[in-house]
């Protein structure tokens, strides 16, 4: 067939250029505006004002929508069509031109479209209402949060804009439902600490803390929760922000706390009641560890919570919010209570103990003591890298470490004369590696599947074993995170932005951490895999184990 046509485009005059623009060849289209920039010419003005008008290529539309707002001809009138444009992209387009217009003609047409059928029109609505003051944009803004908070795009978009309409949204929300109110309060919260927003974050914690009653629901709890931990990380509590704004003190009403007297009695009462509703109890124990001024009342109640006949999810919740405090005597509180927690509380228990730097090295003096607390590979390799140095050193002390692998890794090959059994070392997987390793459907995704390790040869799978920081596979080298608040994560980094960073905690929980809340990030050296695998481990555990890999899980299968 014949070769297309290729038109010479710098050939035509302006006119003939525009009049271009109506083809369906999207890349003749892109050439055409490129070149109308280019040339700058003026009279393209008038052409162009014609093509809007007329044509029935919605893309030609958009191309003249663009053009004349780059010669600062768009005028509000042919905005306003365009925002009418029976096409949602035409829609899309004019909204974002709107921006530099704030007649109010145009902001009221646009703040019509936030019945739009078409989903990207009301989004980018919602981006554009941020660059308006006005009431009307702030009511339509609010409309679009109520009525489309469960969509998560949404939703951000309107936090956003939400700054400018900051009250407007406050009002909005006030007058949703019971649902839409739980859902958007916290963030509307965070939002007006951010600004010092005072007036409207009063008008948000006055429907969570006042209770005529006395008595609160779940979601009152769970605001309270989410806006005192806020405020935790922001670096002040709300006690602080009280005395800046006579409607904050009041709702507060008791200086120097950070809840109000009423709701953290309400919270004590329900932890402590067997009759009320389990969320509720987990909920208020969350919430008492909050409570500035009575932070010991506070952990006398969370300790008595630390008992078998609790149930386990208030156990959880009460360890938890222990963990917030940053309390030094929560180490005592936990290790007196470890001889009655179950094996799923005391992992719960491990990872609090091993969040704060005071808390590990009482929990390694406990170790070093003599009392029983069975650290897996993992917890023993995150305090044996700690960032603190007499962590580290109590750790090598306590759990008697062999730092020189080579040597090891020298006097364990033997075990490559060995007969392996893959069906024994199964069990030696669940045992030592299925808390990071994928193998066969079992164990977890933390560390590499060991299905890619099946045609390594017996050698090299002994060496990863004991020597498993010779040799790291990309994205798995570990990581310990320190926080301003003291709190501390050790595991992978998973993702990185340009403000955060994302981590993959060895307990599989993934937690997204503003870079301006980072006090130091060290690691990189080494494997999350600690040393020490072969410790418990006979050579035959170890033979057993390398048949299992080499297998490729068939054995577990």
């Not at 939400?162 to 007058?175: F, I, Y």
């Not at 990581?479 to 340009?498: A, K, R, S, V």
Request: hydrophobic share 40%; aromatic share 4%; with cysteine.
């Amino acid at each position: 067939s014949a070769p297309f046509p290729i038109q010479d485009l710098s050939q035509l005059n302006t006119e003939e250029l525009v009049t271009a623009l109506d083809s369906s060849n999207g890349w003749l289209r892109d050439k055409v505006h490129m070149l109308l920039v280019w040339r700058g010419d003026e009279d393209s003005k008038k052409p162009l004002r014609h093509l809007l008008s007329t044509t029935e290529n919605p893309m030609a539309r958009v191309h003249a929508l663009w053009l004349l707002n780059h010669f600062k001809a768009l005028s509000a009138k042919q905005l306003i069509s365009s925002l009418n444009d029976m096409h949602p992209g035409v829609r899309e387009n004019a909204l974002r031109l709107a921006e530099t217009q704030h007649e109010p003609s145009v902001i009221a047409s646009a703040a019509k479209l936030t019945d739009d059928p078409d989903a990207k029109v009301r989004l980018q609505l919602a981006f554009t209402l941020g660059a308006w003051q006005s009431p009307v944009a702030g009511t339509a803004l609010g409309k679009l949060m109520t009525q489309y908070h469960s969509d998560p795009f949404m939703k951000a978009a309107c936090f956003s804009s939400g700054t400018p309409h900051l009250p407007a949204l406050v009002e909005s929300v006030m007058l949703a439902s019971a649902s839409t109110r739980a859902d958007l309060n916290g963030s509307l919260a965070e939002l007006a600490l951010a600004v010092n927003a005072h007036s409207s974050l009063a008008a948000l914690l006055e429907p969570v803390f006042y209770s005529a009653s006395g008595t609160y629901t779940l979601d009152q709890m769970q605001a309270a929760l989410q806006i005192t931990s806020m405020a935790a990380r922001r670096g002040t509590d709300l006690s602080a922000i009280a005395g800046k704004h006579e409607g904050l003190a009041a709702i507060l009403s008791e200086k120097g706390s950070s809840l109000s007297t009423a709701i953290f009695d309400f919270a004590r009462e329900s932890v402590l009641s067997q009759s009320a509703d389990l969320d509720l109890r987990v909920a208020a124990a969350k919430l008492l560890a909050r409570d500035v001024r009575h932070s010991s009342e506070a952990l006398r109640v969370l300790a008595s919570c630390l008992n078998p006949r609790q149930p386990v999810n208030l156990q959880k919740a009460a360890l938890e919010a222990l963990g917030t405090t940053r309390d030094a005597s929560v180490s005592s509180v936990v290790l007196n209570a470890w001889i009655t927690l179950s094996p799923s509380i005391r992992q719960v228990a491990l990872e609090v103990l091993l969040s704060g730097e005071p808390w590990s090295f009482s929990l390694l003096e406990a170790v070093e003591s003599g009392k029983e607390v069975p650290l897996d590979a993992l917890q023993q390799g995150r305090l044996l890298r700690h960032t603190s140095k007499r962590v580290r050193k109590l750790a090598e002390k306590a759990l008697t470490r062999n730092t020189d692998r080579t040597q090891i890794v020298e006097r364990y090959k033997t075990t490559l004369q060995l007969q392996g059994d893959p069906g024994k070392g199964k069990s030696i997987f669940n045992q030592t590696c299925a808390a990071c390793h994928q193998l066969g459907g079992m164990g977890k995704e933390l560390g590499p599947d060991l299905k890619t390790v099946v045609n390594h040869s017996p050698e090299k799978l002994l060496s990863n074993i004991l020597d498993p920081s010779r040799d790291i596979q990309p994205g798995y080298h570990a990581y310990q995170c320190e926080l301003t608040d003291g709190t501390e994560l050790y595991g992978l980094i998973t993702n990185e932005t340009g403000n955060s960073i994302t981590m993959k905690k060895t307990d599989g929980s993934v937690h997204s951490i503003l870079r301006k809340d980072i006090e130091s990030l060290r690691g990189g050296q080494l494997s999350l895999m600690p040393d020490g695998l072969e410790k418990g481990l006979s050579q035959q555990d170890i033979a057993n184990l390398i048949a299992l890999l080499r297998l490729g899980g068939e054995a577990i299968q």
